[in-house]
């Protein structure tokens, strides 16, 4: 079994930060991708950012860039998710999502909550 726990989220003001990260553990696999998908009340989820394990390549949602960075640590099967200048809009429910390379298979995270208070 694969498991990935998100942790960091939380209340803070517009203009404020917040880091998240998420950890994927259990049986042994190869990452091909992690990365950052939110759902606002009402709304459907959408993507926000991920990272390509090989490589480091990043991408971002249009809404996110030049606020938030995706990184990671290979070494942990850890991504983290540092979100700058939030704003009302960026509140949402926040799922990690590991891509193994063996399949491509998806792994989602249970989820963590940021409240961005106008």
């Known amino acids: 079994q694969v498991q990935v726990v998100e942790s960091g989220g939380g209340l803070v003001q517009t203009g404020g930060s917040l880091r998240l990260s998420c950890a994927a553990s259990g049986r042994t696999f190869s990452t091909y991708a992690m990365g950052w998908f939110r759902q606002a009340p009402g709304k459907e989820r959408e993507f926000v950012a991920t990272i390509i394990w090989s490589g480091g390549s990043t991408y971002y949602a249009d809404s996110v860039k030049g606020r938030f960075t995706i990184s990671r640590d290979s070494a942990k099967n850890t991504v983290n998710l540092q979100m700058n200048s939030l704003k009302p809009e960026d509140t949402a429910l926040y799922y990690c999502?590991?891509?193994?390379?063996?399949?491509?298979?998806?792994?989602w995270g249970k989820g963590t909550l940021v409240t961005v208070s106008s």
């Open positions: 999502k590991l891509r193994v390379a063996k399949g491509l298979e998806d792994y």
